[in-house]
């Protein structure tokens, strides 16, 4: 089963939803492809590179008091600990993500986008990285074996710029306004950060349909 998912590092509902994914898939006997696409949920320049700051005072640019901006803290942690994760929203690093988003291009081409994203979701939100950082972004690329030299090259460049702006014009095109958004078997689609048992539905519904579909002659020819 393909399963395309667009998302951003800083938004911790990608995270728990990825999370409810993996709880839904466990039970199942199915071979999954991630497919990550590139999206950003503020625009690149946002923030200004290099510099991070707290969601705190993310919340009052947004015109959000401090009482409002603990409350959905409390709320998001809550979320995350129903997931089975701890996440630390108080040591969260609101940052431009251009760089990792790049990261995540390159990983393709090493089949490691997964393992490079939820990686990087354990860095920001549970260990308080700075994903801004290019020092973490090399530590993380390391960890999942992309070839140091490929990292230096792209974080010295504009290398895969285009890809990501790419993904994100493509996902304006489809009416993708905001993330997480899962695209399964390119038919059934999710939006937003669900529960599991919504992840096991729809899973179930494109595994029938996988099933039912079957292999067939035609045109002459068969599938071998």
């Known amino acids: 089963m393909k ?11 990608c995270y728990i939803g990825k999370l409810n994914l993996e709880e839904a898939l466990k039970d199942k006997n199915i071979q999954v492809e991630y497919i990550y696409h590139s999206y950003q ?8 590179m290099g510099e991070s700051f707290s969601i705190y005072e993310i919340a009052k640019r947004g015109g959000m008091s401090d009482r409002q901006a603990i409350k959905k803290a409390e709320l998001i942690e809550n979320m ?30 090493y089949d490691c986008q997964d393992a490079f994203m939820m990686n990087s979701y354990h860095a920001i939100f549970v260990n308080g990285q700075n994903i801004g950082d290019k020092k973490v972004l090399q530590e993380l690329a390391a960890g999942v074996g992309i070839p140091k030299q490929a990292v230096d090259s792209l974080l010295e460049s504009n290398n895969y710029l285009k890809q990501v702006q790419h993904d994100i014009k493509d996902g304006h095109a489809k009416n993708i306004s905001g993330v997480p958004y899962y695209l399964f078997d390119d038919s ?3 939006y937003g950060s669900q529960p599991v048992e919504a992840f096991r539905k729809i899973i179930n519904k494109t595994n029938d349909k996988n099933v039912l579909k079957g292999v067939t002659c035609s045109g002459g020819t068969c599938k071998l």
């Open 188 to 190: 059934d689609s999710l």
């Open 41 to 48: 949920t503020v625009p690149q320049g946002y923030y200004p």
């Open 3 to 13: 399963i395309e998912i667009w998302s951003d590092f800083t938004c911790p509902w």
């Open 80 to 109: 995350g600990k129903e997931s089975g994760v701890v996440l630390n929203m108080n040591d969260v690093k609101m940052t431009d993500t251009t760089n990792a988003h790049r990261l995540l291009q390159l990983a393709q081409e």
